[in-house]
């Protein structure tokens, strides 16, 4: 079995299990009403500055067994859309395992995936939102998929093709896209364009946030992940989304002047 070592435990987030636990419980909260979520797009930087955006939109919906979730290429190794269908990921409480079958009727239904563990080895923007899940759900599956630069055209086609597999299942599955927002601008600036990004995310419009985030310069490092997700709930019904919380490292650090924004969404 192909087993992924974890590779920002001890620096994203706590290396020993005990840590992990309590760290992620100090960002979550136990709320008496879940959000029924078919997708949403969830911050992947370091617990210290994203983790309270994270805590807030896991803690707000309802977590099922299993997930699909997107998150950029950052290390740029591997195929545009790489599916990791085998085997379990490695986290300081244990392996968390990969949902072969529900890996393998994505890659039946969509030709842009491509078997590609390649691209997860070093990748840290899916690894971080485990814990998160385990939270709500100490038990789980999920299929990771890293994404590279996809045409808008390719973001829709993959993001239908994941909502059939989706629609066909009989248990609810989670769709979440992992991104951050603006990188290393001034906290004035970082908020406007943010603002830009996250209104076409809260008008349902996927087009539209690919659009804005190309015109104004936007660096959401995970705006093709957060678009596949928003195709892929609109075409399971969707007709709502919210804003859960939305901050800047700014507001951790106090230093104002080269902000990362991070945004939490449903889409309901």
Same mark, same amino acid.
Request: charged share 25%; proline share 8%; glycine share 8%.
């Given at each position: ?5 974890? $590779? ?6 706590? @290396?020993?299990?005990?840590?992990? *636990? ?7 909260? *136990?709320?008496?009403? =879940? ?23 896991? !803690? ?29 990921? =490695? ?12 890996? *393998? ?13 390649? $691209?997860?080895? /070093? #990748?840290? !923007?899916? #690894? ?20 590279? /630069?996809?045409?808008? &055209? /390719? ?5 239908? &093709? ?6 066909? *299942? ?16 001034? /906290?004035?600036?970082?908020?406007? =364009?943010?603002? =830009? ?13 690919? @659009?804005?985030?190309? &015109? ?23 007709? &709502?989304? @919210? ?9 951790? !650090? ?15």
């Amino acid at each position: 079995m192909t087993i992924r070592n974890p $590779a920002v435990a001890g620096s994203f987030y706590p @290396r020993s299990a005990r840590e992990l *636990d309590r760290a992620v419980r100090t960002l979550t909260a *136990d709320l008496p009403e =879940k959000i029924p979520a078919k997708g949403v797009v969830a911050p992947h930087a370091g617990y210290v500055y994203s983790g309270g955006v994270a805590g807030a939109l896991f !803690s707000s919906i309802e977590i099922p067994l299993r997930h699909i979730i997107f998150c950029p290429n950052h290390t740029g190794r591997g195929a545009e859309a790489a599916i990791h269908g085998r085997g379990a990921w =490695k986290m300081p409480w244990g392996d968390v395992p990969i949902d072969e079958g529900l890996a *393998d009727r994505l890659i039946e239904a969509s030709p842009l995936l491509r078997e590609d563990p390649s $691209a997860h080895r /070093d #990748e840290h !923007s899916l #690894e971080v939102q485990l814990p998160f899940l385990r939270r709500f759900r100490p038990e789980f599956y999920f299929v990771p998929v890293a994404l590279g /630069d996809l045409s808008p &055209s /390719d973001c829709r086609a993959l993001g239908e &093709s994941a909502a059939r597999v989706v629609g066909e *299942d009989p248990e609810p599955v989670l769709l979440i896209a992992s991104s951050d927002m603006s990188h290393y601008e001034p /906290d004035p600036v970082a908020r406007e =364009k943010d603002k =830009k990004a996250i209104d076409a995310m809260l008008a349902l419009d996927p087009e539209a946030l690919l @659009r804005t985030v190309r &015109s104004e310069r936007i660096s959401m490092c995970g705006a093709i992940p957060a678009a596949v997700v928003l195709f892929a709930s609109l075409a399971l019904g969707a007709t &709502s989304a @919210r804003l859960v919380r939305y901050a800047t490292s700014g507001d951790v !650090s106090g230093d104002r002047g080269q902000v990362v924004g991070y945004a939490g969404l449903a889409f309901t």
